[in-house]
């Protein structure tokens, strides 16, 4: 069965960085795209970064683009996010997913994905 470990979260302070670590296994990984979701309390689940299979293109909501970076590793089964500059309302359990390349699938759209992680809760404090 096919696992995704998330790992790396904390209580940060605002203005810190977290590096957030999506580690795969059971799973032919360089064939999915990667995405990290999260959940703040009492919000749905929102996107915030898709990386390709290949790593050659990646994808962030307008609300962390330039403070976010997605990165991956395929010979390490793992992706990476790392978050700079965070801000108190980004408070939130991180999700990473999977869902197969090439299927056409939107990369904004929860049900696109057929793996999730269990979520790791990043806290940050004012």
């Known amino acids: 069965q096919v696992q995704l470990v998330e790992s790396g979260g904390g209580l940060v302070q605002a203005g810190d960085s977290l590096r957030l670590s999506c580690a795969a296994s059971?799973?032919?990984?360089?064939?999915?795209?990667m995405t990290w979701f999260r959940q703040a309390p009492g919000k749905e689940r929102e996107f915030v970064s898709t990386?390709?299979?290949?790593?050659?293109?990646?994808y962030y909501a307008d609300s962390v683009k330039g403070r976010f970076t997605i990165s991956r590793d395929n010979a390490k089964n793992t992706v990476w996010l790392q978050m700079n500059s965070l801000k108190p309302e980004e408070t939130a359990v991180y999700y990473c997913?999977?869902?197969?390349?090439?299927?056409?699938?939107?990369?904004?759209?929860?049900?696109?994905?057929?793996?999730w992680g269990q979520g790791t809760q990043v806290t940050v404090s004012s």
């Open positions: 997913a999977a869902k197969l390349a090439f299927q056409g699938r939107a990369n904004k759209t929860m049900t696109s994905y057929e793996y």
């Open positions: 059971r799973v032919h990984f360089s064939n999915y795209d």
């Open positions: 990386i390709k299979c290949s790593g050659g293109s990646t």
